[in-house]
């Protein structure tokens, strides 16, 4: 076995040690297939459910660097409830998501966390007409959103700016912050900056700054030629011709280049 078969086969031993309905098998292209039904009971402000849905985790073969994606097999969740386009399970925004799983990189801990929340969220949802915790838009504005959050920003504007230094991989301590503190980028935003920039390659943040500049495009929005340059371009082409193995990405890349 090499290394990233010992890694799941450990974590798959965790995971099937809670949940015993489960089941790992060999995928294509080097992936690994968990699959079965997950039985789950969980409470949130004294309503308590137990409930069981048939999922799929699609580990890759990157796998931890690369996360696993998630799909409801049992044709109980609608298209509409939080799913990206190839039919996976929208958890959050992609960083939030990635950050999430820093804390307990484990496929025990993603499910726990990620997975059983979501599906938490829906079970309520049919119950009860409402969301049990803050919903997140879906999309380009849920992804900003996020990071108007993670910035402590209001501006729009601003906050795709920050996210435009990290699809540029172009950060620089010495210039002034661009929410107009007066202070240089490293006494204010850069910390932040820094921090994020070690959960995400560079192409997932070019996929969330295009993302959000598509949902401000939408909104009819004036977008500052500062939010644009070549080098951005660029790296649209560059990762177009790439074999995408995430079909959502590659259509917002499309359409913004």
Known sequence: MDNTQVVVHKHFAELAEQYQLLALTAGDYDTWVVQGLLEFSATHEDVGIKDAFHIELIIPKD???ILPSVTEIGGR???EFHKHANGSLCLGAPLEVRMKFAQNPSLLGFVNEQVIPFLFSFCYSQ???RMPFDERTHGGKGILEYYIELFNETSEIVTVAFLKILAENNYKGHIDCLCGSRKRIRDCHGGVLRKISSY???????YDYINC?????KTGQKIPESLISEKLMKLVKKYEQKEDKNEKRGVALRHAA
Do not use: S
């Not at 500049?213 to 495009?217: A, F, M, W």
């Open 127 to 129: 119950l009860h007409g």
């Open 63 to 65: 796998y931890p660097d």
């Open 77 to 79: 969740i609608p298209k």
């Open 213 to 217: 500049l598509l949902h401000l495009k």
């Open 200 to 206: 995400q390659h560079q192409a997932e943040f070019l």
